[in-house]
Antibody
């Protein structure tokens, strides 16, 4: 059974940093592109970033480029999102999601989400 | 960026009824359109990919159609568990944008 479990969310002050983790199981992690998608409270979904299977290719949404870094450790079956220079508008539930190989850039499995609150 | 506009933003329907949600793209995205269902406090669930292909395990009362800029999600014979928010998402080009969502409520 495919499982994605995020951790590392919490309350952080504006300008601060936080690192999210996503533990994957039930599939060959290194074979899949992985994504981060976020959802502000009461709002819609926004794609944040993705990374290829061996970690050599990454892409970011304009609103987080230069502040967020996606990475992975295939030996640990883990995906990460390092978030720096956090702003109030980064407050959201952050989901890791697996790329669906039959239709690239769609998301077939999602974690339960990690809540990040940026506030003083 | 490609903008996706869903309509309506909300609707109410009865158990056993049929509903159609529309998603319009700001440019031609061929058939690179996907649909998700989200219930309160839960992660989205993958329903349909490539406009009309049903993800494994999704009930056949869900169907999708369209190409180019206009797409629809239809749910026939609504069940109590179908009342949720539905999102379309384009996988044509980065950034992979979502529609604003359509909230389906019980009448």
């Amino acid at each position: 059974e495919v499982q994605l479990v995020e951790s590392g969310g919490g309350l952080v002050q504006p300008g601060g940093s936080l690192r999210l983790s996503c533990a994957a199981s039930g599939f060959t992690f290194s074979n899949y592109w992985m994504h981060w998608v976020r959802q502000a409270p009461g709002k819609g979904l926004m794609w944040v970033s993705h990374i290829n299977g061996d970690g050599t290719s990454t892409t970011y949404a304009d609103s987080v480029r230069g502040r967020f870094t996606i990475s992975r450790d295939n030996a640990k079956n883990s995906l990460y999102l390092q978030m720096n220079s956090l702003r109030a508008e980064d407050t959201a539930a952050y989901y890791c999601a697996r790329d669906f190989p039959r239709s690239a850039w769609s998301f077939d499995y999602w974690g339960q989400g990690a809540l990040v609150t940026v506030s003083s | 960026d490609i903008q996706l506009t869903q309509s309506p933003s909300s609707l109410s329907a009865s158990v056993g009824g049929r509903v159609t949600i529309t998603c319009r793209a700001s440019q031609n995205i061929s058939s690179y359109l996907n649909w998700y269902q989200q219930k309160p406090g839960k992660a989205p669930k993958f329903l349909i990919y490539a406009s009309s292909s049903l993800q494994f395990g999704v009930p056949s009362r869900f169907s999708g159609s369209g190409s180019g800029t206009d797409f629809t999600l239809t749910i026939s014979s609504l069940q109590p568990e179908d009342f949720a928010t539905y999102y379309c998402q384009q996988s044509y080009s980065n950034p992979y944008t979502f529609g604003q969502g359509t909230k389906l409520e019980i009448k």
